[in-house]
Protein backbone atom coordinates (compact mmCIF):
# COMPACT_ATOMS: atom_id res chain seq x y z
CA UNK A 1 0.00 0.00 0.00
CA UNK A 2 2.55 2.53 1.23
CA UNK A 3 6.23 1.75 0.39
CA UNK A 4 9.26 4.13 1.39
CA UNK A 5 12.53 3.14 0.14
CA UNK A 6 15.48 5.02 1.51
CA UNK A 7 14.04 8.15 2.27
CA UNK A 8 15.84 11.68 2.97
CA UNK A 9 14.98 14.85 3.01
CA UNK A 10 17.77 17.88 3.12
CA UNK A 11 16.30 21.57 3.84
CA UNK A 12 19.12 24.09 3.78
CA UNK A 13 19.41 27.59 5.57
CA UNK A 14 21.94 29.68 3.61
CA UNK A 15 25.11 27.55 3.89
CA UNK A 16 23.83 25.32 6.63
CA UNK A 17 22.48 21.78 5.91
CA UNK A 18 19.54 20.03 7.76
CA UNK A 19 18.97 16.30 7.49
CA UNK A 20 15.57 15.85 8.76
CA UNK A 21 15.02 12.28 7.53
CA UNK A 22 17.78 10.12 7.09
CA UNK A 23 17.45 6.91 4.88
CA UNK A 24 14.10 5.70 6.10
CA UNK A 25 12.32 2.34 4.61
CA UNK A 26 9.00 1.76 5.72
CA UNK A 27 6.28 -0.77 4.08
CA UNK A 28 2.51 -0.10 5.32
CA UNK A 29 0.36 -2.80 4.41
CA UNK A 30 -3.13 -2.13 2.95
CA UNK A 31 -5.10 -2.23 6.30
CA UNK A 32 -3.63 -1.43 8.83
CA UNK A 33 -3.06 1.49 11.35
CA UNK A 34 0.83 2.55 11.34
CA UNK A 35 2.27 4.37 14.03
CA UNK A 36 5.50 6.78 14.28
CA UNK A 37 6.26 7.99 17.08
CA UNK A 38 9.38 9.95 18.27
CA UNK A 39 10.07 13.24 20.13
CA UNK A 40 9.83 17.15 18.76
CA UNK A 41 12.21 17.45 16.16
CA UNK A 42 12.56 13.55 15.25
CA UNK A 43 11.88 13.60 11.70
CA UNK A 44 8.07 12.98 12.13
CA UNK A 45 5.87 15.58 10.28
CA UNK A 46 8.69 15.78 7.39
CA UNK A 47 8.35 12.33 6.75
CA UNK A 48 4.62 11.69 6.76
CA UNK A 49 4.47 14.72 4.71
CA UNK A 50 6.55 12.72 1.94
CA UNK A 51 4.22 10.21 1.43
CA UNK A 52 2.02 12.45 -0.40
CA UNK A 53 4.74 14.64 -1.63
CA UNK A 54 3.64 17.70 0.05
CA UNK A 55 7.14 17.52 0.76
CA UNK A 56 9.23 16.11 -2.01
CA UNK A 57 12.25 13.63 -0.47
CA UNK A 58 15.85 14.83 -1.67
CA UNK A 59 16.20 10.91 -2.45
CA UNK A 60 14.53 8.11 -2.07
CA UNK A 61 11.45 5.91 -3.46
CA UNK A 62 7.61 6.37 -2.69
CA UNK A 63 5.31 3.83 -4.15
CA UNK A 64 1.36 4.43 -3.27
CA UNK A 65 -0.21 1.04 -4.73
CA UNK A 66 2.89 0.57 -6.65
CA UNK A 67 2.65 4.00 -8.44
CA UNK A 68 6.28 5.61 -8.07
CA UNK A 69 5.07 9.43 -7.04
CA UNK A 70 8.66 10.57 -8.52
CA UNK A 71 8.51 11.72 -11.92
CA UNK A 72 4.31 12.05 -12.02
CA UNK A 73 3.00 14.80 -13.96
CA UNK A 74 0.89 17.56 -11.68
CA UNK A 75 -2.62 15.94 -12.75
CA UNK A 76 -1.14 12.36 -12.24
CA UNK A 77 0.05 13.24 -8.69
CA UNK A 78 -3.42 15.13 -8.13
CA UNK A 79 -5.10 12.10 -8.75
CA UNK A 80 -3.19 10.14 -5.99
CA UNK A 81 -3.09 12.52 -3.96
CA UNK A 82 -6.99 12.51 -4.20
CA UNK A 83 -7.05 9.09 -2.67
CA UNK A 84 -4.86 10.08 0.36
CA UNK A 85 -6.92 12.21 2.94
CA UNK A 86 -4.96 13.92 5.75
CA UNK A 87 -5.27 15.34 9.33
CA UNK A 88 -3.65 18.05 10.98
CA UNK A 89 -3.11 19.14 14.66
CA UNK A 90 -4.60 22.35 14.47
CA UNK A 91 -7.68 20.83 12.38
CA UNK A 92 -6.68 23.61 9.35
CA UNK A 93 -10.47 24.47 9.14
CA UNK A 94 -11.90 27.28 7.29
CA UNK A 95 -12.93 29.93 9.53
CA UNK A 96 -15.20 31.70 7.46
CA UNK A 97 -17.21 28.78 6.83
CA UNK A 98 -19.78 26.43 8.56
CA UNK A 99 -18.90 22.94 8.89
CA UNK A 100 -20.99 21.57 6.21
CA UNK A 101 -19.04 23.59 3.89
CA UNK A 102 -15.46 22.52 5.32
CA UNK A 103 -16.53 18.95 5.14
CA UNK A 104 -17.73 20.06 0.78
CA UNK A 105 -15.03 21.63 0.01
CA UNK A 106 -12.98 18.30 -1.38
CA UNK A 107 -16.26 17.57 -3.54
CA UNK A 108 -16.70 21.28 -4.89
CA UNK A 109 -13.09 21.45 -5.59
CA UNK A 110 -13.73 18.54 -8.41
CA UNK A 111 -17.16 19.70 -9.01
CA UNK A 112 -19.22 16.98 -7.65
CA UNK A 113 -23.31 17.25 -8.01
CA UNK A 114 -25.56 19.54 -5.66
CA UNK A 115 -27.44 16.59 -4.49
CA UNK A 116 -24.14 13.92 -4.05
CA UNK A 117 -22.23 16.84 -1.78
CA UNK A 118 -25.41 17.04 0.34
CA UNK A 119 -26.18 13.16 0.61
CA UNK A 120 -21.97 12.68 1.31
CA UNK A 121 -21.33 15.63 3.77
CA UNK A 122 -24.58 14.41 5.61
CA UNK A 123 -23.50 10.78 5.67
CA UNK A 124 -19.73 11.69 7.26
CA UNK A 125 -21.42 13.96 9.56
CA UNK A 126 -23.66 11.12 11.21
CA UNK A 127 -20.31 9.12 11.20
CA UNK A 128 -18.53 11.57 13.28
CA UNK A 129 -21.13 12.52 15.77
CA UNK A 130 -21.93 16.16 14.36
CA UNK A 131 -25.17 15.96 12.61
CA UNK A 132 -26.60 18.82 14.54
CA UNK A 133 -23.23 20.89 13.77
CA UNK A 134 -23.78 21.69 10.01
CA UNK A 135 -24.36 25.50 10.36
CA UNK A 136 -22.18 25.92 13.02
CA UNK A 137 -18.98 27.79 12.12
CA UNK A 138 -15.61 26.41 13.37
CA UNK A 139 -15.03 28.96 16.16
CA UNK A 140 -18.28 27.90 18.16
CA UNK A 141 -16.72 24.11 18.50
CA UNK A 142 -14.72 22.64 21.02
CA UNK A 143 -11.07 21.13 20.13
CA UNK A 144 -12.78 17.87 19.82
CA UNK A 145 -15.42 19.12 17.24
CA UNK A 146 -13.21 20.91 15.15
CA UNK A 147 -11.06 17.05 14.69
CA UNK A 148 -13.53 15.51 13.81
CA UNK A 149 -14.92 18.03 11.38
CA UNK A 150 -11.16 17.52 10.28
CA UNK A 151 -12.30 14.06 9.62
CA UNK A 152 -15.21 14.36 8.06
CA UNK A 153 -13.84 16.28 5.35
CA UNK A 154 -10.20 14.28 5.05
CA UNK A 155 -13.01 11.29 4.32
CA UNK A 156 -14.96 12.95 1.72
CA UNK A 157 -13.45 12.13 -1.23
CA UNK A 158 -13.40 8.16 -0.27
CA UNK A 159 -9.43 8.24 0.58
CA UNK A 160 -7.58 4.51 0.43
CA UNK A 161 -5.30 6.33 2.77
CA UNK A 162 -5.70 8.53 5.86
CA UNK A 163 -2.52 10.48 6.70
CA UNK A 164 -2.74 11.68 10.83
CA UNK A 165 0.09 14.33 11.98
CA UNK A 166 -0.35 14.74 15.55
CA UNK A 167 -4.21 14.44 15.28
CA UNK A 168 -4.87 14.67 19.03
CA UNK A 169 -1.90 16.51 20.65
CA UNK A 170 -4.08 19.38 20.99
CA UNK A 171 -7.22 17.62 22.41
CA UNK A 172 -7.62 16.74 26.37
CA UNK A 173 -6.98 13.11 27.19
CA UNK A 174 -11.12 12.10 27.41
CA UNK A 175 -11.01 14.05 23.86
CA UNK A 176 -8.14 12.14 22.56
CA UNK A 177 -9.83 8.62 23.53
CA UNK A 178 -13.20 9.56 21.57
CA UNK A 179 -10.77 10.24 18.61
CA UNK A 180 -8.91 7.74 18.77
CA UNK A 181 -12.03 5.46 18.88
CA UNK A 182 -13.43 7.24 15.78
CA UNK A 183 -10.21 6.44 13.90
CA UNK A 184 -10.82 3.02 14.94
CA UNK A 185 -13.71 2.52 13.65
CA UNK A 186 -13.02 4.15 10.44
CA UNK A 187 -10.19 2.10 9.77
CA UNK A 188 -12.70 -1.23 10.49
CA UNK A 189 -15.56 0.25 8.74
CA UNK A 190 -14.00 1.52 5.52
CA UNK A 191 -10.85 -0.60 5.63
CA UNK A 192 -8.88 2.32 5.51
CA UNK A 193 -5.13 2.73 6.20
CA UNK A 194 -4.13 5.09 8.42
CA UNK A 195 -0.54 5.85 9.16
CA UNK A 196 -0.01 8.08 11.92
CA UNK A 197 2.43 10.36 13.82
CA UNK A 198 2.55 11.19 17.37
CA UNK A 199 4.71 11.43 20.41
CA UNK A 200 2.17 9.53 22.95
CA UNK A 201 2.83 5.78 23.41
CA UNK A 202 -0.40 5.59 25.01
CA UNK A 203 -1.84 6.49 21.28
CA UNK A 204 0.20 4.17 19.79
CA UNK A 205 -0.77 1.08 21.95
CA UNK A 206 -4.44 1.85 21.68
CA UNK A 207 -4.68 1.92 18.18
CA UNK A 208 -1.78 0.81 15.71
CA UNK A 209 -0.95 -2.91 14.58
CA UNK A 210 2.83 -1.78 13.96
CA UNK A 211 5.00 1.30 14.93
CA UNK A 212 8.24 2.91 13.95
CA UNK A 213 10.04 4.56 16.47
CA UNK A 214 12.04 7.88 15.18
CA UNK A 215 15.33 9.80 16.32
CA UNK A 216 17.41 12.51 14.85
CA UNK A 217 15.61 11.61 11.81
CA UNK A 218 16.43 7.96 11.71
CA UNK A 219 13.85 4.45 12.57
CA UNK A 220 15.94 3.17 15.21
CA UNK A 221 13.40 0.80 15.69
CA UNK A 222 10.35 -0.98 14.01
CA UNK A 223 7.72 -4.05 14.36
CA UNK A 224 4.61 -5.17 16.09
CA UNK A 225 3.44 -2.70 18.93
CA UNK A 226 3.34 -5.76 21.05
CA UNK A 227 7.13 -7.15 20.19
CA UNK A 228 8.12 -3.39 20.63
CA UNK A 229 6.35 -3.11 23.82
CA UNK A 230 7.47 -6.34 25.66
CA UNK A 231 10.78 -6.17 24.00
CA UNK A 232 11.93 -2.28 23.50
CA UNK A 233 15.92 -2.77 21.70
CA UNK A 234 16.89 1.00 22.21
CA UNK A 235 17.00 3.37 24.85
CA UNK A 236 14.43 6.17 23.18
CA UNK A 237 11.78 3.20 23.09
CA UNK A 238 12.72 2.06 26.11
CA UNK A 239 11.88 5.99 27.47
CA UNK A 240 8.71 5.89 25.59
CA UNK A 241 7.23 2.72 27.26
CA UNK A 242 7.66 3.89 30.64
CA UNK A 243 4.83 6.67 29.98
CA UNK A 244 3.05 3.72 29.48
CA UNK A 245 4.72 1.64 32.68
CA UNK A 246 7.86 2.18 34.23
CA UNK A 247 9.51 -1.39 35.11
CA UNK A 248 12.64 0.33 37.05
CA UNK A 249 12.80 -1.19 40.50
CA UNK A 250 13.79 1.58 43.13
CA UNK A 251 18.17 1.21 43.82
CA UNK A 252 17.19 0.76 47.67
CA UNK A 253 15.27 -2.41 46.61
CA UNK A 254 18.25 -3.44 44.68
CA UNK A 255 20.57 -2.98 47.05
CA UNK A 256 18.36 -4.57 49.98
CA UNK A 257 17.50 -8.20 47.09
CA UNK A 258 21.48 -7.80 46.60
CA UNK A 259 22.29 -7.87 50.29
CA UNK A 260 19.85 -10.89 50.84
CA UNK A 261 22.20 -13.99 51.41
CA UNK A 262 19.70 -17.01 50.12
CA UNK A 263 20.26 -17.90 46.63
CA UNK A 264 17.77 -16.15 44.06
CA UNK A 265 16.87 -14.05 41.12
CA UNK A 266 14.51 -10.97 39.67
CA UNK A 267 12.30 -12.29 37.10
CA UNK A 268 11.08 -10.20 34.05
CA UNK A 269 7.73 -11.74 33.27
CA UNK A 270 6.01 -10.76 30.35
CA UNK A 271 2.73 -12.40 29.20
CA UNK A 272 -0.02 -11.87 26.57
CA UNK A 273 -3.67 -12.96 26.37
CA UNK A 274 -4.93 -15.47 28.46
CA UNK A 275 -1.64 -16.27 30.07
CA UNK A 276 -2.67 -12.99 32.30
CA UNK A 277 -4.45 -15.20 34.43
CA UNK A 278 -2.08 -17.91 34.53
CA UNK A 279 -1.78 -18.94 38.84
CA UNK A 280 2.23 -18.45 38.24
CA UNK A 281 3.57 -17.78 41.15
CA UNK A 282 1.30 -20.29 43.11
CA UNK A 283 3.28 -23.09 40.49
CA UNK A 284 6.92 -22.12 41.44
CA UNK A 285 5.72 -22.21 44.86
CA UNK A 286 4.06 -25.03 45.32
CA UNK A 287 5.66 -27.04 42.13
CA UNK A 288 9.43 -26.06 42.33
CA UNK A 289 9.26 -24.99 46.65
CA UNK A 290 10.73 -21.44 45.59
CA UNK A 291 9.76 -18.21 47.13
CA UNK A 292 8.48 -15.81 44.73
CA UNK A 293 7.84 -12.05 46.05
CA UNK A 294 6.26 -9.73 44.30
CA UNK A 295 8.22 -6.66 42.95
CA UNK A 296 6.65 -4.66 40.21
CA UNK A 297 3.45 -5.46 37.96
CA UNK A 298 0.83 -3.99 35.76
CA UNK A 299 -1.36 -4.98 33.31
CA UNK A 300 -2.66 -2.79 30.30
CA UNK A 301 -4.45 -3.11 26.75
CA UNK A 302 -2.73 -3.10 23.52
CA UNK A 303 -5.12 -2.32 21.02
CA UNK A 304 -7.46 -5.46 21.55
CA UNK A 305 -4.39 -7.53 23.52
CA UNK A 306 -3.66 -7.86 26.99
CA UNK A 307 -0.22 -7.53 27.95
CA UNK A 308 1.13 -7.46 31.43
CA UNK A 309 4.33 -7.31 32.86
CA UNK A 310 5.05 -8.70 36.51
CA UNK A 311 8.62 -8.80 38.46
CA UNK A 312 9.60 -11.20 40.80
CA UNK A 313 12.41 -12.30 43.31
CA UNK A 314 12.42 -15.55 43.19
CA UNK A 315 14.54 -17.69 46.44
CA UNK A 316 15.35 -21.65 46.85
CA UNK A 317 17.92 -24.03 45.24
CA UNK A 318 19.45 -23.15 42.43
CA UNK A 319 18.57 -25.80 40.21
CA UNK A 320 14.78 -25.37 40.94
CA UNK A 321 15.08 -21.54 40.17
CA UNK A 322 16.16 -23.03 36.87
CA UNK A 323 13.63 -25.67 36.27
CA UNK A 324 11.10 -22.91 37.34
CA UNK A 325 12.32 -20.48 34.75
CA UNK A 326 11.95 -23.19 32.20
CA UNK A 327 8.49 -24.25 33.02
CA UNK A 328 7.87 -20.08 32.60
CA UNK A 329 8.94 -20.59 29.30
CA UNK A 330 6.92 -23.67 28.41
CA UNK A 331 4.10 -21.36 29.27
CA UNK A 332 4.57 -19.40 26.64
CA UNK A 333 6.14 -16.38 28.61
CA UNK A 334 8.97 -14.39 28.28
CA UNK A 335 11.12 -14.58 31.00
CA UNK A 336 14.47 -12.22 31.56
CA UNK A 337 16.93 -12.26 34.69
CA UNK A 338 17.49 -8.44 35.12
CA UNK A 339 19.44 -8.91 38.43
CA UNK A 340 21.14 -11.11 40.48
CA UNK A 341 20.39 -11.34 44.68
CA UNK A 342 24.20 -13.26 45.70
Known amino acids: MIQLEQISKRYYQGKREIDAVKNVTLDVQKGEIFGIIGYSGAGKSTLIRC ?9 GSVRINGIELEGLKRAE ?29 PLQLVKTPKEAITKKVRELLDLVGLTD ?35 TSALDPQTTESILDLLLEINRKYKIT ?7 MHVIKKICDRVAVMENGEVVEQGTVM ?4 APQQPITKNFIKSIFDVTLPSVLLNKLENDKRPGKI ?15 ADLATQFTLRPTILY ?46
Open 267 to 281: LRISFVGENAADPIL
Open 227 to 230: DIIS
Open 297 to 342: GNITQIKETIFGCLIIGVTGEASAIEAGIDYLTQQQLRIEVIEHAE
Open 77 to 105: LRAVRRRIGMIFQNFNLLSSINVFDNVAA
Open 51 to 59: VNFLEQPTS
Open 133 to 167: KEESFPHQLSGGQKQRVAIARALASDPEILLCDEA
Open 194 to 200: IMLITHE
